[in-house]
């Protein structure tokens, strides 16, 4: 893939990649449960 599909595909990826680097942080600070749920409002509503 070459072109502006190919940056999108990065840009997604970075996004999935900071959820996830997100949910751990949560869970190691102990709020997962909540900020799962907040994330979760937020991605059904968006």
Request: charged share 20%; aromatic share 4%.
């Amino acid at each position: 893939m070459v072109g502006p599909a190919c940056t999108e595909v990065e840009a997604e990826h970075s996004v999935a990649r900071w959820q996830v680097e997100a949910a751990d942080w949560a869970a190691v600070t102990g709020v997962g449960r909540r900020m799962r749920i907040a994330m979760g409002i937020a991605l059904t509503t968006s």
